[in-house]
C-alpha cells in the first residue's frame, strides 16, 4: 500500500509532468529568486549597527559586478544561451574588498540590471541575478565564518577561506545553471552537469587564479598590475578556444554518430533517425522532415512526439512557396548575426527539392557560421539517403512485380513450377508428422482440340480447367499449371496418405464435365499420378518426379489415377547406381572444371572466371551438372564434392597470376552447405595450401537457398569475410527475399540474371529492373555483373548502364582450363582483350545513356 507521503509526491511528480516547459522554468526561477530574496535579507539583518564600507570600495565592487557578467563563452541550449562569465574572479576580489554581506546585498541587483539593459529578457535577467546573489550568499557564509579582516592573502589562512567561499560560488551556480538547462532540454540536471564539469573547472582554476594573482599583485607590487590585462587576455583567448574545440569536437562527433543511424532503407526509420539526430546535433526545441509529394506518395511532414514518429499530410500550397514569415531558408537566412526562431535547410535530389529539414526554436538564436555549414551537409546527408530509400523501394516494387510475374502462370493465374517446387519445399520441411501428396494431372485429348479449334479454343479450355481445379481444392493447397496441358495440386497436412485418393478421385470427377466453347461442347478427361511424402519420396525433386512415373504410368489407362509404386519404377535403380559411379568418381579424378571467362566492360579485359563442374564419365562422355548435382545432394557426398570443386578452381586461379594482373574465380556453393559450420576453415585451408590470396576468391551463393537458416548462414558467411573472400549473390532478383537478404548480409556483387539479361533490349520492364539492379549495386558499393550475355548489343547496353562485368556465350563459353590459359596469354601470346560494340541508340536505350 502507498503512504500519503508517496501519494503526495507522485501527484506532485504528476502535475511538474503536465507543465509546459515554460511553465517549469518559470517555477525554478521563483524558488531561485525567493532564495535570493532570504540570503538578501539575512545579509541585510547582519549588518545591522556595521560600519559601512567606504566609499572608493562600493564603487569598485559596482564596477566589478557588471564586468563579471561580461560573458566570457556561450553555450546554446535549444532558444536558450547560458553564459560563462568572470563571476569567480569578482567574488574573490569583492570580499577581499567590502564585508561579504556587502556584496551578497549589490550582486542580485546590479547583476539584473546588466542583463536587462542587454535585453535579455526579464526571466533570463531575474535568474541571473537571483543566482548569483544565492551562490555569492553560499560562499559569504564560510568567508564571514572562518576569515579574517582585512584579508591578506599572503596569509594562508586568508588565501585557503577565500578559496573555498569561491569554490562554493562556483558549485552553486553550476548546480543552478544545470537545473535550469535540464528543465529546458527535459534532461536529468547532473547529465548537464556531467557533459560540462571539465569547462567548469577549467573556468573556475582561470577566475580564481587571476584574481587571486591580482590581489597578490596590490600587496605585494601594485606596479606589476600593468601586466595584468594581457594575463586575462590570454585567459579569455585559452577559454574561448578550448569551448570552440570542444564543441567542434562534439558537434562532428554527434554528426558521425547521426550519418551513421541514417544508414537505413525505410523513410520512416531515416526519418525518425533524421529527426532525433538532428534535435541533439543543432540543439533545437523541434524538429520536422518535410516531405514533397512525389509519384508514389503525397506531400508529408514527419515529426517525433512522446517518442512515437508521426507523419501528416503537408498541403502542397504550403510548401510550394507561401512562406510564413517566421520561416527562414537556409539559403536565405543571412548571415550568422541574424536571429531565426525556424530555419529551413532544403534536401536536393537530382530532378530538383524533395524537402527540407526543419529546425525549430521556442525564441530567436543565432546559428553561427559553423552550425550553418555542418546543417547544410546534414541535410546533404538525409537527403541521400532519402534517394537511397526510393531508389530500393522503387527495386523492391519492381521484384515484387516480377517475383509474381516469375511464379504464376500468365494465362491461368496460377503457380507455376518455380512456385509450387517452392512451396512443396515448405511443406515438405514442417516437422509435423503428417503426410504430403502431390497429385500431377495431364490433359487428355488436348493437342487434338488445341490442332482442330485453334489455339484460342486451347487457351479457353485451359482457363476453365485451372478455375475448376481451384474449386475443388481445399484452403491451403497450391493448385499449379506446370505448361502445356500438365497441372499439379500439392494437398499439405493429410493424416495418412491413403487420403490423397479422394482428392484425385474430386480431380477426375470435375475434369469429366465437358467445358462449352462456342456452342460446342468439348469433352476433357485427365490422368493423374500421385506421390506422397515421406511414404514415397523424402524430398521435393523426389516427390515431382515420382508423382511423374506415377502420372505416365495412369497414362496407358486413360481417365485414370494412379498412386507411386516403387516396384514399377525403373529409374530408381538408374539413380542408386548413379551415386555409387559418383563416389569413385571423387576418388578417380573425374571431377573436373571448366571456366566462363568474366570480361570487364570498361575495357574488355578478362579479370576473372566462374568454375563450372563437369564430370568426364568413363562410359557416358562428360556429363553437365544437371546430370549429377541432384544426386551429390541427395547422397550425402556434398562436402567431399565442394571441397574437390573448390580445391581445382583455386590450384588453376594460382597459375593464372601475373605481376599487375590478378584474375579471381568464382566458385557456385550449395545451399547445403551454407549450413556447414566447418564451411570457412575449409576454405581457408584450401586457400592457404595453394598460397591464393583470399580476396581472389569469390563464392557465388542465392538468396533464396539460405533463407531457410538465415542466422546460420549469415554466422557463415560473416566467418568468410572476415578471411577476406569475397561472396556473390547469384542469379538476383529471383528469388523471394532479394531486399531482405541484402539488408541483413554484406556482400561484394550482384549479379544480374539471365532471364533479365535476355530481355532487356526488347522489354521496358526488364530494362527498367537491369538498370535499378545496377544502382543498386553501386549504392551498396558492389560489383554488378551481368549473366547470359549472348550478343554484342547487350554488352554494348550493360556497358552504357554502367554494369562493371559480364560473362555469355558472346563472349566465351564454358571452356577448359587450358584454352583459358590462351586467352590470358599465358601460354606466350597475347592476353585476349574483347572489343566492346559502341551502343545502338533505339529510343528505350538512348533515355537509359541519356
Not at 669 to 692: E, I, T, W, Y
Request: aromatic fraction near 6%.
Amino acid at each position: 500500500m502507498t503512504s500519503p507521503a508517496g501519494s503526495r509526491r507522485a501527484g506532485l511528480h504528476a502535475r511538474w509532468q503536465r507543465l509546459p516547459i515554460t511553465g517549469r522554468l518559470h517555477v525554478v526561477v521563483v524558488l531561485v529568486l525567493l532564495t535570493a530574496v532570504l540570503a538578501m535579507t539575512g545579509a541585510a539583518l547582519s549588518l545591522r549597527g556595521a560600519e559601512p564600507p567606504e566609499m572608493w570600495q562600493l564603487l569598485l565592487v559596482a564596477l566589478l559586478l557588471p564586468l563579471s557578467e561580461r560573458a566570457l563563452l556561450h553555450v546554446r541550449f535549444g532558444a536558450h544561451q547560458y553564459s560563462f562569465t568572470w563571476g569567480e574572479a569578482c567574488v574573490v576580489i569583492g570580499f577581499a574588498t567590502v564585508a561579504p554581506a556587502w556584496l551578497v546585498l549589490l550582486a542580485g541587483p546590479t547583476v539584473t540590471a546588466v542583463h536587462l539593459s542587454a535585453r535579455r529578457g526579464w526571466l533570463k535577467s531575474v535568474f541571473n541575478g537571483a543566482a548569483f546573489a544565492t551562490s555569492t550568499a553560499v560562499a559569504a557564509v564560510v568567508v564571514q565564518l572562518f576569515g579574517t579582516t582585512p584579508y591578506r592573502l599572503t596569509q594562508p589562512r586568508d588565501a585557503v577561506v577565500l578559496l573555498v567561499g569561491v569554490t562554493l560560488f562556483s558549485a552553486s551556480s553550476a548546480v543552478l545553471t544545470s537545473l535550469v538547462v535540464g528543465v529546458a532540454q527535459q534532461r536529468a540536471p547532473r547529465e548537464v552537469l556531467a557533459e560540462n564539469l571539465r569547462m567548469l573547472l577549467a573556468i573556475w582554476a582561470g577566475n580564481v587564479l587571476a584574481a587571486l594573482s591580482m590581489l597578490v599583485v596590490v600587496e605585494t607590487s601594485p606596479v606589476l598590475l600593468i601586466g595584468v590585462p594581457p594575463v586575462m587576455a590570454g585567459v579569455y583567448a585559452g577559454y574561448r578556444g578550448l569551448l570552440s574545440a570542444r564543441q567542434e569536437r562534439d558537434m562532428w562527433q554527434q554528426f558521425e554518430a547521426a550519418t551513421r543511424e541514417l544508414n537505413q532503407l525505410e523513410e520512416n526509420d531515416i526519418a525518425r533517425a533524421a529527426i532525433s539526430r538532428a534535435v541533439h546535433l543543432f540543439r533545437t526545441d523541434r524538429v520536422e522532415l518535410v516531405l514533397a509529394a512525389n509519384g508514389r506518395r503525397p506531400g508529408r511532414v514527419y515529426a517525433v512526439a512522446d517518442d512515437d514518429l508521426v507523419c501528416t499530410p503537408l498541403a502542397d500550397a504550403f510548401f510550394s512557396g507561401v512562406v510564413r514569415t517566421t520561416y527562414v531558408e537556409l539559403a536565405s537566412a543571412g548571415g550568422a548575426a541574424d536571429e531565426v526562431t525556424c530555419i529551413d535547410a532544403p534536401l536536393e535530389g537530382p530532378k530538383g527539392r524533395v524537402g527540407c529539414l526543419r529546425l525549430m526554436f521556442d525564441g530567436p538564436v543565432k546559428l553561427n557560421a559553423r552550425e550553418r555549414h555542418v546543417l547544410r551537409t546534414y541535410a546533404h546527408a538525409v537527403s541521400t539517403t532519402l534517394l537511397n530509400a526510393a531508389l530500393y523501394d522503387d527495386v523492391r516494387a519492381e521484384a515484387v512485380r516480377h517475383a509474381y510475374e516469375a511464379a504464376h502462370d500468365p494465362l491461368t493465374g496460377l503457380a507455376n513450377r518455380l512456385l509450387l517446387q517452392e512451396r512443396t519445399r515448405q511443406a515438405l520441411a514442417e516437422p509435423d508428422g503428417s503426410s504430403t501428396a502431390l497429385l500431377l494431372l495431364d490433359l487428355d485429348h488436348f493437342k487434338e482440340i488445341n490442332d482442330t479449334l485453334g489455339h484460342a479454343a486451347g487457351d479457353f479450355l485451359l482457363q476453365r480447367v485451372g478455375e475448376r481445379l481451384r474449386a475443388v481444392s481445399a484452403p491451403g493447397d497450391v493448385v499449379s499449371r506446370l505448361g502445356g496441358d500438365e497441372f499439379a495440386l500439392l494437398v499439405p497436412g493429410l493424416k495418412r496418405p491413403e487420403d490423397a485418393a479422394p482428392v484425385a478421385e474430386r480431380l477426375l470427377k470435375v475434369l469429366s464435365k465437358p467445358v462449352e466453347y462456342e456452342g460446342l461442347r468439348l469433352s476433357v478427361e485427365g490422368s493423374v499420378g500421385v506421390a506422397c511424402h515421406p511414404q514415397d519420396a523424402d524430398t521435393a525433386d523426389e516427390l515431382f518426379r515420382r508423382a511423374d512415373v506415377a502420372m505416365y504410368q495412369a497414362k496407358s489407362d486413360r481417365g485414370s489415377w494412379v498412386r507411386y509404386n516403387v516396384l514399377r519404377d525403373d529409374s530408381s535403380v538408374h539413380r542408386l547406381a548413379l551415386v555409387a559411379e559418383l563416389r569413385s568418381a571423387l576418388d578417380n579424378d573425374e571431377i573436373v572444371v571448366h571456366f566462363q571467362p568474366q570480361v570487364e566492360l570498361a575495357n574488355g579485359v578478362i579479370v576473372g572466371a566462374e568454375a563450372l563442374v563437369r564430370w568426364e564419365h568413363p562410359t557416358r562422355g562428360l556429363l553437365m551438372p544437371a546430370d549429377f548435382v541432384g544426386v551429390t545432394e541427395q547422397s550425402g557426398l556434398v562436402r567431399p564434392f565442394t571441397l574437390r570443386v573448390l580445391d581445382l578452381a583455386i590450384a588453376e586461379c594460382v597459375r593464372w597470376q601475373r605481376p599487375g594482373r590478378p584474375v579471381s574465380v568464382a566458385v557456385n556453393l550449395a545451399a547445403r552447405s551454407l549450413l556447414d559450420r566447418q564451411l570457412p576453415q575449409d576454405v581457408a585451408d584450401v586457400l592457404r595450401r595453394h598460397g591464393l590470396p583470399a580476396h581472389l576468391l569469390v563464392l557465388e551463393i542465392t538468396e533464396t537457398s539460405a533463407t531457410s537458416e538465415l542466422e546460420v548462414v549469415e554466422e557463415i558467411l560473416g566467418e568468410l569475410r572476415r578471411t577476406g573472400i569475397e561472396i556473390s549473390v547469384d542469379d538476383f532478383g529471383t528469388g523471394y527475399s532479394s531486399l531482405a537478404f541484402l539488408k541483413r548480409t554484406a556482400v561484394n556483387e550482384l549479379k544480374v540474371d539471365r532471364s533479365f539479361v535476355a530481355g532487356m533490349l526488347t522489354s521496358d520492364n526488364d530494362l527498367a529492373l537491369v538498370r535499378a539492379t545496377v544502382q543498386l549495386a553501386h549504392s551498396l558499393g558492389c560489383r554488378a555483373v551481368a549473366e547470359g550475355v549472348e550478343d554484342g548489343d547487350l554488352a554494348a547496353a550493360l556497358r552504357a548502364l554502367g554494369c562493371d562485368l559480364a560473362q555469355g556465350y558472346w563472349l566465351s563459353r564454358p571452356i577448359p582450363a587450358r584454352e583459358l590459359h590462351a586467352m590470358l596469354g599465358l601460354d606466350g601470346g597475347a592476353a585476349a582483350r574483347v572489343e566492346i560494340p559502341e551502343p545502338r541508340t533505339p529510343l528505350h536505350l538512348r533515355a537509359v545513356s541519356e
